[in-house]
């Protein structure tokens, strides 16, 4: 049953660092935003902070083939939303205030 | 050669959710394949091993801090039917645990009593405590199944199962470090008539753990036990306070595996809570002297076997 009160949505400082970083290079694997943030992100929890991004909406994802020559499993390659464009404008740009973003 | 992480996913996939699935568990696998598979290929064999392990912590990290987060938000976005069925839970493992504390008393409160040394609710409060680290994983479980009986659950339940199984874990712990030791020594200074030098069962965790490097001790106090028998039941307070996690994580996988047949799961947990029991009597004879730290956690290593076996009976998503 969706809830019938707004939802508020917040950023914390590493969902602004993912954002900062996906803003500036489009699209970037996980892995590769471990080594973008310079051991601020960590290799296990950053798809934790990366799922939670997801269900907020911030950003999207999609799994991509497995690397030519190499096999294993399809990676996921994250990339901002709209929205999360907008949330980090706004959080990065100093405004720093609750969005308010009404049922959808 | 088998790619890594193939066995530790296809394990993730009976116990994680689709979502956790797809969100955590697959990116760090694939992650790891990579890097490994990288390293490899170029002949740099210990980069790639310690990939692989550093890439298992990462998963485990990644997994409890979800697991944590998907709680949280089970907990916030739960329901009347919810509390409902927590309730319910509550009652069958609390009624679980009486019953059993009961039936582990009955005997030697009524023997005491028969022979009119001392009363009832004094007795209880005696033995009552010594009771409870034994009690609170058998009616656990039994609880569990009875409160679980037509499947698996849903993720509140499991939620409200996991709350249990801490709380008693404390509780346990707080009974074997701290409150059993002072309730013996009680027993012993009452039925002595003065005071009574404590003896090892009469020492907190604290002063068990020195006296494990104390000689004086081990001359004076506890002239028929060795040191290793001490770090024995220095390690048993703490492994028995992690059995009620550990038999509930065995309960909810036997609850989700073996839906169908109730009598095959009574057996198998009867069957499982012998082995633990087993266990612990063999570790105390045999490993105690030897191994302790082994014999002590092996009862708990046995029923962390049980589980993943359990878990592996049918899978739960399809796996690639």
Redesign the interface.
């Known amino acids: 049953m969706p809830s019938p009160h707004p939802r508020v949505l917040t950023v914390s400082p590493k969902e602004l660092l993912i954002l900062d970083l996906l803003v500036r290079q489009k699209e970037l694997?996980?892995?590769q935003l471990v080594e973008a943030s310079k051991g601020r992100l960590?290799?296990?929890?950053v798809?934790?902070t990366?799922?939670?991004m997801?269900d907020k909406g911030f950003i999207s994802s999609a799994l991509e083939d497995a690397?030519p020559g190499?096999?294993?499993?399809?990676?996921?390659l994250y990339s901002a939303t709209a929205l999360g464009r907008r949330m980090q404008k706004a959080w990065s740009g100093g405004t720093k205030r609750l969005t308010v973003e009404f049922a959808r | 050669m088998t790619r890594p992480g193939l066995r530790l996913r296809d394990l993730a996939a009976r116990w994680c959710s689709a979502k956790t699935m797809a969100r955590v568990v697959d990116p760090v696998i694939a992650d790891m394949q990579l890097e490994y598979e990288q390293a490899w290929s170029r002949g740099q064999h210990w980069r790639a091993r310690r990939i692989w392990i550093a890439s298992h912590v990462a998963l485990l990290k990644a997994v409890v801090k979800h697991g944590g987060w998907r709680g949280v938000e089970t907990l916030a976005n739960m329901h009347a039917s919810d509390w409902w069925s927590a309730a319910r839970i509550g009652l069958w493992v609390c009624g679980a645990v009486g019953a059993v504390t009961l039936l582990l008393i009955a005997d030697p409160v009524m023997s005491e009593v028969a022979r009119r040394r001392h009363d009832v609710l004094q007795l209880a409060v005696w033995v009552v405590p010594s009771t409870l680290p034994i009690a609170i994983p058998i009616g656990l479980v039994v609880g569990i199944l009875q409160a679980l009986r037509h499947g698996g659950g849903t993720p509140a339940s499991r939620l409200v199962i996991f709350g249990l199984a801490l709380a008693m874990s404390v509780t346990s712990f707080a009974l074997m470090a701290w409150i059993i030791p002072a309730s013996n020594q009680v027993f012993r200074q009452t039925v002595g008539g003065s005071a009574v030098l404590k003896g090892p069962n009469e020492l907190t965790l604290g002063e068990l753990g020195q006296a494990i490097g104390d000689r004086k001790f081990e001359r004076e106090v506890s002239t028929h036990r060795y040191r290793p028998v001490l770090a024995w039941m220095y390690h048993t307070r703490w492994s028995l306070s992690f059995a009620p996690l550990l038999l509930a994580a065995f309960a909810i996988a036997l609850t989700s595996r073996v839906p169908r047949w109730r009598l095959a799961r009574i057996l198998i947990a009867c069957v499982v809570i012998g082995v633990y029991w087993i266990a612990l009597w063999t570790g105390e004879r045999w490993g105690a002297r030897t191994l302790p730290m082994l014999a002590a956690w092996a009862p708990n290593i046995a029923i962390l076997a049980c589980t993943v076996v359990v878990s592996r009976l049918t899978p739960r998503f399809v796996t690639s």
Do not use: I, S
């Open positions: 694997y996980g892995l960590k290799r296990g929890t798809y934790v990366l799922g939670r997801e690397p190499v096999g294993g499993m399809p990676r996921r």
